[in-house]
């Protein structure tokens, strides 16, 4: 997770996030709130056992969103990793060679990378584990296309790291208009016997079915949630292995959104673990499942 230094409201990914709003504050009040929440929400996660890695933002580098590290790398238990391209260039600079030296010094091996980062020239994006949803244990990437998440880009992706592509369009409403959802991973999230999911999203009656099926024939308990929970960014969910339990990790909105019979059916798995995290929802447009950037690499 990375702790952010200059944590506000990022003009350019505000172009096809619509869930980003803007707040009556200077940027430094932002910044600092944002701190508080960040470290409340490491702090819960490390009561019940997880173990995180935090890494401070550099100030230097003027990024904004750098709270959210998973859309720019993603970790596999073969040790190696994934570079990927970014819509907004500020983004761009998130991507910093002394993580991946941290991790090393925490013990983590890494063999290879595959760098999708050049495609930015050709603006081409896949924003990493926000675009890409992956089943590791059925090894299926699941996909909703937006200006975030390139199909052949996702093609070469699945290739590279035997992935089976599952590929549909999921949108919102914004001025009486549908519009595709910049991230997969705000209208679903993928855990070991379930999938919270908005599929109200997947206006495509067939692409919602072959979504539906590759669900079932896994296995997982489909927990359906409204696209107004979706606002509240109940899609944005993460299953984290504490100590002695699993946790579904979500944000207050999240966790306050549901409703007796949703948090029923994920309570049969495993526990919720919410932390409040206004202001980034607010200003970011990304929530829990956004900051934390698992780390799936074996050890030395």
Request: with cysteine; glycine share 4%; charged share 25%.
């Given at each position: 997770?990375?702790?952010?230094?200059?944590?506000?409201?990022?003009?350019?990914?505000?172009?096809?996030?619509?869930?980003?709003?803007?707040?009556?504050?200077?940027?430094?009040?932002?910044?600092?709130?944002?701190?508080?929440?960040?470290?409340?929400?490491?702090?819960?996660?490390?009561?019940?056992?997880?173990?995180?890695?935090?890494?401070?933002?550099?100030?230097?580098?003027?990024?904004?969103?750098?709270?959210?590290?998973?859309?720019?790398?993603?970790?596999?238990?073969n040790?190696?990793?994934?570079?990927?391209?970014m819509?907004?260039?500020?983004?761009?600079?998130?991507?910093?060679?002394?993580?991946?030296?941290?991790?090393?010094s925490?013990?983590?091996?890494?063999?290879?990378?595959?760098?999708?980062?050049?495609?930015?020239?050709?603006?081409?994006?896949?924003?990493?584990t926000?675009?890409?949803?992956?089943?590791?244990?059925?090894?299926k990437?699941?996909?909703?296309?937006?200006?975030?998440?390139?199909?052949?880009?996702?093609?070469?992706?699945?290739?590279?790291?035997?992935?089976?592509?599952?590929?549909?369009?999921?949108?919102?409403?914004?001025?009486?208009?549908?519009?595709?959802?910049?991230?997969?991973?705000?209208?679903?999230?993928?855990?070991?016997?379930?999938?919270?999911?908005?599929?109200?999203?997947?206006?495509?009656?067939?692409?919602?079915?072959?979504?539906?099926?590759?669900?079932?024939?896994?296995?997982?308990?489909?927990?359906?949630?409204?696209?107004?929970?979706?606002?509240?960014?109940?899609?944005?969910?993460?299953?984290?292995?504490?100590?002695?339990?699993?946790?579904?990790?979500?944000?207050?909105?999240?966790?306050?959104?549901?409703?007796?019979?949703?948090?029923?059916?994920?309570?049969?798995?495993?526990?919720?673990?919410s932390?409040?995290?206004?202001?980034?929802?607010?200003?970011?447009?990304?929530?829990?499942?956004?900051?934390?950037?698992?780390?799936?690499?074996?050890?030395?």
């Amino acid at each position: 997770m990375i702790r952010p230094v200059a944590f506000r409201m990022n003009e350019q990914t505000a172009v096809n996030n619509f869930f980003q709003e803007d707040i009556a504050l200077k940027n430094a009040e932002i910044n600092a709130q944002a701190q508080a929440e960040f470290d409340d929400f490491v702090q819960k996660l490390r009561n019940v056992g997880v173990n995180v890695i935090v890494e401070n933002d550099d100030l230097r580098m003027d990024t904004p969103d750098s709270i959210f590290p998973n859309n720019w790398i993603s970790f596999h238990e073969n040790g190696d990793i994934g570079l990927y391209p970014m819509f907004a260039e500020n983004r761009r600079r998130e991507r910093r060679e002394d993580v991946l030296i941290r991790l090393e010094s925490e013990g983590f091996v890494i063999n290879n990378v595959y760098d999708y980062t050049p495609a930015e020239d050709e603006g081409v994006f896949l924003e990493g584990t926000g675009s890409l949803l992956l089943d590791r244990v059925n090894h299926k990437a699941y996909c909703a296309l937006s200006a975030r998440a390139d199909e052949d880009l996702l093609i070469e992706f699945c290739e590279d790291f035997e992935y089976l592509p599952v590929i549909f369009t999921a949108n919102q409403t914004v001025g009486g208009k549908r519009v595709p959802i910049y991230h997969t991973n705000v209208m679903m999230c993928l855990a070991e016997k379930f999938c919270v999911i908005c599929l109200d999203s997947i206006d495509n009656a067939a692409e919602k079915k072959n979504v539906v099926q590759h669900l079932k024939k896994d296995g997982k308990e489909i927990i359906k949630i409204t696209e107004a929970q979706m606002h509240h960014f109940a899609g944005n969910m993460l299953q984290l292995q504490g100590k002695d339990r699993k946790y579904l990790v979500m944000s207050t909105a999240a966790h306050t959104s549901l409703n007796k019979e949703q948090i029923a059916a994920i309570e049969k798995h495993c526990e919720i673990l919410s932390s409040d995290l206004t202001t980034i929802e607010t200003c970011g447009g990304g929530s829990a499942r956004c900051m934390m950037a698992e780390v799936f690499l074996p050890k030395e």
